[in-house]
């Protein structure tokens, strides 16, 4: 059973950064992509950014420019680096990593941006 564990959620104003963390339980490259989304409440999760086994990165236009993903094979983590947040950033942001058409969830990290 895959585990996977976010870290480096929290409160911070508007403009500030916040880097999550992203543990999992294997090695990062048994995935064949990993990606953060979030949830706002009311609202449909969303895709935030992504990485592929073959290193290529996607964001979601609302971020583009302020959040960077990257993995850590060395401890078997995805990060992702927000910065100039946004109160409409606010949500649970959930870790995701996929193997050939499994999704694997962790249990979520709640970002609040005040203004």
């Known amino acids: 059973q895959v585990h996977l564990v976010e870290s480096g959620g929290g409160l911070v104003q508007a403009g500030g950064s916040l880097r999550l963390s992203c543990a999992a339980s294997e090695t990062v490259f048994s995935f064949n992509a990993m990606a953060w989304y979030r949830q706002a409440p009311g609202k449909q999760r969303e895709l935030v950014a992504g990485?592929?086994?073959?290193?290529?990165?996607t964001y979601a236009d609302s971020v583009k420019g302020r959040f960077t993903i990257s993995r850590d094979a060395t401890k078997n983590t995805v990060q992702l680096q927000m910065n100039s947040l946004k109160p409409e950033d606010t949500a649970v942001y959930y870790c995701?990593?996929?193997?050939?058409?499994?999704?694997?969830w962790g249990q979520g990290t709640q970002v609040t941006v005040s203004s």
């Open positions: 995701n990593a996929r193997r050939v058409q499994t999704n694997y």
């Open positions: 990485i592929t086994l073959g290193d290529v990165s």
